[in-house]
């Protein structure tokens, strides 16, 4: 028996080799030294009746050749079709401090599972299979690991347009969970996170572990309760998503976190991972700029005299970023062509866009751009001389007029790199808004490493252009995209009482800083909500804020409260885009809330959403997390003024400055005013 063990952050990794692949013996909170052999003999499990005479080992690969009764983690041919069933022997082991490579092999063929102990507290675990003559590969899973036993449900995450970051939880029962996304990218309807919360954890207590696979592309995940009572959880590409035999194949990174803090240990580790270790900055120490986009007030309609005004007043509130989004290309009109032909319209710009970029930047901010590379309309110049660059039949049906660039000919990946590198040359774009609205018409894992592909070269050619992945909107969020990107579009919802829900579930996952949030128009585009300003422009500034409206129909009380919660972020966005996020456990079921702590946990900002009327007639006090119990705490409301008429009473915080210990915060909470629905309260805290 050989074993080995990993240490990250708050977790080990304990594994073991009896001579086949390796199998996880341990994973769960930072062990002692503890002597390994025994933790070995301690897991192992006993036989009764009902069973072969030997249990199969559940492992980092489970294999059909191995009698194992669930899911195998592997299922691969011949060149020619033929299954194959590989009974794979360990090899031997690479180590090297925080890494381990485990490498087996069978007749031809070797499979290495690869797990590093990042500094940011996670795990991150990867498979490879090397073969000596083409086979093809039906699914691979990365690293396979246990599932808690003490755990009666899951959490995965689902969501649609405009509502995105949806939580489902399932309960564990025998059989298999499965969820596989076949649109060709990560997705609305099944991004590739996974938590598994042991029974009773909360936001704030408990155990938790969680896996996130960091692929763009379509993916599958299964969680498998086997008949034994032994659980394991399998991510990797989607089903038959690699289309050609090969010889070298291997899996996305999987990124494992365990919590015992309950789910904001998860959040916080996947927050930091995230920001600190996935993300690449092009100008770290400058500050998340407050951003304009020009989408919900002009669509395509592009004037330079309409778009200067709005630029000008988008300074005057507080704005350091101006975003031309789509419509400024080709013969661009409306959504049914020109996608492909990435040269500027000169109906609409005789001049090019010089003259609105030294409008902005006149005005002390900087200039953005959108692109949608990766798709064409079939009304394009692009499409009309390379009919066969097209990801799929020729006869398929269009996704929002458009279709798919197939990005792994190397062609397609060289001609929209020309294209968007001459747009980034002959104008001063710090930012791109890169946006991807159309399904794939299949599953191809090619496709996705061609846009890693056209990401990488552009990012190399141009390395002070920040990206923001938008995939109408959150359809491709994940570690595969930001190791590429530095922002992303959460959600086309501008809604702030959708966003409340989808920023408080993406917070399990994303740090503020990557979170795009705009302040939308008064009458919500995407649900025909009619908002108060201080609603909208508080839910923004929970996340990278940023305005999204017609700014010419603002009134002056409307444009007044924006101004002053643009420069209230601003103040605080050098430690509040580096606070760890933490969900509130709220007690009452029409409140949403969340607390920003500081790295050092020097002060806090807590966010407390009304999204609907109490059930109760008085606020349930609101317990906060995270705070050190022993010091004090000076407490203020920053938006008295918020307070609804039926608020008649003498609450401390409306009137003044609070002193309380954090014991007394986490215990008790905070006693706060009565509130409307679509109001925010927000409490500012500083350690004394």
């Known amino acids: 028996m050989t074993e080995w063990r990993l240490d990250a952050g708050g977790q080990t990794l304990v594994l073991a080799s009896a001579g086949g692949i390796p199998a996880v013996v341990y994973w769960g909170a930072t062990l002692p030294d503890d002597d390994l052999g025994q933790l070995v003999l301690a897991a192992q499990n006993d036989l009764t009746g009902g069973m072969i005479d030997a249990l199969p080992t559940l492992s980092l690969c489970p294999e059909s050749g191995r009698a194992f009764q669930g899911q195998p983690g592997m299922v691969i041919h011949a060149a020619d079709g033929t299954p194959l069933h590989p009974a794979f022997r360990f090899s031997h082991a690479e180590e090297t401090p925080g890494r381990l490579v485990l490498h087996s092999t069978s007749d031809g063929l070797t499979l290495s599972h690869i797990l590093t102990a990042q500094p940011t507290g996670v795990i991150t675990l990867q498979t490879r299979l090397n073969s000596a003559t083409p086979i ?103 089903t038959g998503a690699e289309t050609e035999p090969g010889t070298r194949f291997e899996t996305a990174e999987l990124i494992a976190a365990h919590s015992t803090r309950g789910l904001n240990g998860i959040a916080v580790t996947f927050q930091r991972d995230i920001r600190d270790r996935v993300v690449t900055w092009p100008t770290p120490a400058r500050p998340r700029p407050v951003h304009y986009n020009c989408w919900e007030a002009v669509y395509f309609n592009h004037t330079l005299e309409g778009l200067t005004a709005i630029a000008t007043r988008a300074a005057a509130l507080g704005a350091e970023r101006f975003v031309l989004d789509d419509g400024w290309f080709g013969r661009r009109n409306d959504d049914t062509s020109s996608l492909g032909d ?46 066969g660059w097209l990801l799929g039949p020729a006869d398929q049906v269009t996704g929002r007029h458009q279709m798919v660039l197939n990005l792994a000919l190397p062609a397609v990946q060289d001609n929209l790199f020309r294209q968007v590198s001459a747009v980034l040359t002959e104008y001063p774009i710090d930012y791109v808004k890169w946006d991807h609205n159309r399904l794939l018409p299949v599953v191809d894992a090619a496709q996705t490493r061609g846009a890693y592909a056209l990401f990488d070269r552009l990012r190399a050619a141009h390395p002070d252009v920040e990206i923001e992945s938008c995939a109408s909107g959150g359809g491709r969020i994940d570690a595969g995209i930001l190791a590429r990107t530095q922002r992303v579009w959460l959600s086309d919802s501008n809604d ?19 979170t795009g949030s705009h302040v939308g128009p008064r009458h919500c585009h995407t649900s025909g909500r009619i908002l108060p300003m201080a609603f909208r422009a508080t839910a923004a500034a929970q996340r990278h804020m940023g305005f999204e409206m017609d700014l010419r129909e603002l009134t002056e009380a409307e444009a007044a409260t924006l101004t002053d919660v643009t420069a209230w972020w601003k103040a605080n966005r050098a430690w509040t885009m580096r606070a760890d996020i933490h969900r509130l456990d709220a007690a009452d079921p029409a409140t949403i809330a969340e607390l920003q702590l500081a790295e050092d946990g020097s002060r806090f900002i807590a966010f407390i959403g009304q999204r609907d009327t109490s059930p109760q007639i008085l606020p349930r006090p609101l317990r906060l997390t995270g705070l050190d119990p022993d010091a004090r705490y000076h407490i203020t409301l920053r938006n008295p003024e918020d307070a609804p008429p039926q608020s008649r009473g003498q609450n401390a915080l409306k009137s003044g400055p609070l002193t309380l210990s954090g014991q007394y915060l986490m215990t008790h909470g905070l006693t706060l005013p009565v509130a409307w629905p679509a109001t925010i309260w927000v409490v500012e805290g500083s350690r004394l």
């Open 342 to 387: 990435w040269t500027v319209d000169k109906r609409k710009w005789p001049q090019g866009l010089h003259p609105l970029i030294a409008h902005v930047h006149a005005l002390g901010m900087t200039f953005g751009l959108w692109f949608e590379p990766e798709m064409a309309n079939p009304d394009s110049d692009l499409l009309r001389a390379h009919a």
């Open 136 to 238: 093809r590969v039906q699914w691979l899973a990365a690293p396979v690991l246990p599932a808690p036993q003490a755990a009666g449900e899951l959490i995965d995450v689902s969501g649609k347009w405009t509502r995105e970051f949806q939580l489902n939880r399932v309960p564990w029962t025998p059989g298999i969970h499965l969820r596989e996304a076949r649109t060709g990218r990560s997705g609305h309807e099944h991004p590739p996170w996974l938590i598994l919360p042991e029974t009773g954890c909360t936001n704030t207590q408990g155990t938790a572990f969680a896996l996130h696979y960091a692929w763009s592309g379509g993916h599958r995940m299964l969680a498998e309760e086997l008949p034994d009572g032994r659980r394991q959880v399998q991510f990797g590409h989607a």
């Open 496 to 514: 702030a009482l959708e966003r409340l829900a989808i920023q408080h579930n993406a917070a399990l996952f994303l740090p503020a800083a990557v």
